[in-house]
């Protein structure tokens, strides 16, 4: 069974480092044909994708936010990792992990989903 | 980057009526290897996003068949063709073919 589930602080204050951890289980992050992303969610708004790692340890991050992000794993521990710098109010939301997932026929973006944590940002 | 413009932002449907979704992407998501990188996913209230459309228009495991996607290029449509209790909702289309950019959203109630 596919699982993947965020974690880290409710609340952090203005120009804190953020870092969440997914941990995933039921598939392994050195399989060809995975990668995961983190995307997020203010409250009451729509989904922004942030930062993506393949499976080959390659990254990709959103052109808005590149220069705060960093994603990485530790594939011995099943955990995809991303740390944003100097956070602001505007950065609360819920953060998701979600998995991308190949085979011989199509990809599939986000076929699985953490449950979400909720990041505060105040003061 | 590339923008994701829905329409409408929100639609009260009747059950068993139809209802519509267009999402307008800013560049052409056709990939050089035929494919087309435009998602759909539905978004239930204090859930996480799930994945309904791939490619435009293949469903994706588990979904009802009353879901259908269409479109080309840059216009795309999500259609469903009765509305269930069930379908309300935040709904989503995606860009995959550089980085991924989700559109606003369109909030789907039942009347």
């Known amino acids: 069974q596919v699982t993947l589930r965020e974690s880290g602080p409710v609340l952090v204050k203005p120009t804190d480092t953020l870092t969440l951890t997914c941990t995933v289980s039921?598939?392994?992050?050195?399989?060809?044909?995975?990668?995961v992303s983190w995307i997020r969610q203010p409250p009451g708004k729509a989904l922004e994708w942030l930062a993506h790692?393949?499976?080959?340890?390659?990254?990709v991050y959103s052109t808005s936010l590149e220069r705060r992000l960093t994603i990485s794993r530790d594939t011995s521990k099943s955990q995809v990792v991303l740390t944003m710098t100097n956070m602001d109010p505007v950065d609360t939301a819920t953060y998701f992990c979600a998995r991308l997932y190949c085979n011989h026929v199509a990809c599939y973006p986000f076929d699985y989903w953490g449950q979400g944590t909720l990041v505060t940002v105040s003061s | 980057d590339i923008v994701m413009t829905q329409t409408p932002l929100s639609l009260s449907v009747t059950p068993g009526q139809p209802a519509s979704i267009s999402c307008k992407s800013s560049?052409?998501?056709?990939?050089?290897?035929?494919?087309?990188?435009l998602y759909w996913y539905l978004q239930k209230a204090g859930q996480s996003p799930q994945l309904l459309m791939y490619e435009v228009s293949s469903r994706f495991s588990g979904v009802p068949d009353r879901f259908s996607g269409s479109g080309s290029g840059t216009d795309f449509t999500l259609k469903i063709s009765r509305v269930e209790a069930e379908d309300v909702g935040v709904y989503y289309c995606?860009?995959?073919?550089?980085?991924?950019?989700f559109g606003q959203g369109t909030k789907l109630e039942i009347k």
């Open positions: 790692i393949f499976s080959n340890d390659e990254k």
């Open positions: 039921g598939f392994s992050l050195n399989y060809a044909k995975v990668g």
């Open positions: 995606m860009q995959g073919i550089h980085l991924h950019t």
């Open positions: 560049q052409s998501l056709l990939h050089t290897n035929g494919k087309t990188f």
